[in-house]
């Protein structure tokens, strides 16, 4: 006598299957957009050097009132369309896993000043307060081991979201250099903040809160999600 049972896995097999074959198509796609993207910011790159390369010789020229302001305009414009594709150009070396951190002797304090007082002009035009500065006392002006270019990178990202989402009151910028093998960091605002919804999705890159935002708001969404590439790296 023999007993036995049948189980017909055709179909777990198949979808077993199908769901490997998704997954590589995915990651072949994931692929095929960083390529395209970092080949397209090279390609942006170049002639957004040379516009803004020659908008400011043209500057030093003798121009009307009139036209010096197109030409400052034209060098503004090409000079954050330019960020953007430094931006999409980072992701696209991240995503790869190619992105290169260059240690050297720099002093925080120093990159801290030039990081935040880039957008020193765009909060007085807001009418809003920004203050930086350093705590650890004998710290402060001791030079680190590390990238300056990255750091300077991720305070001005940081600095840039506290400056365009408040619209009254003020922001602030400290760097915590007390301990001798780490820096650490805090921006602080009055501005809108983030729900906990929000938060979770923050580090994603190109998203942004909700679509109001990004139209009130000018930005790729890449910001937090490349300042969190950088401090893991």
Known sequence: RVVYALLDVTDQ?????????????AHRANAAKSNFLAKMSHEM???LTALVG???????????????SFVEEIGNAAARLSRVVSDVLDVASMEEGTLQINAAPFDP?????????????AASAKGLSLDWGCD????CGRARLGDQHRLYQIIAAL???AVKFTETGGASVRLDLTAPDRIGLTVSDSGIGLRPDEQAAAFTAFAQA???IARRYEGTGLGLSITRWLVEA
């Open 13 to 25: 097999v198949a979808a077993e299957r199908a769901k490997e074959e998704a997954l590589e198509e």
């Open 45 to 47: 790159r170049t002639p």
């Open 54 to 68: 020659l908008s400011e010789e043209l500057g030093h020229g003798p121009l009307d009132p009139a036209q010096r």
């Open 109 to 121: 304090a120093e990159v801290l000043e030039d990081a935040v007082g880039a957008w020193q002009a």
């Open 136 to 139: 650890g006392g004998c710290g």
């Open 159 to 161: 600095t840039s979201n």
């Open 210 to 212: 909700d679509d109001g």
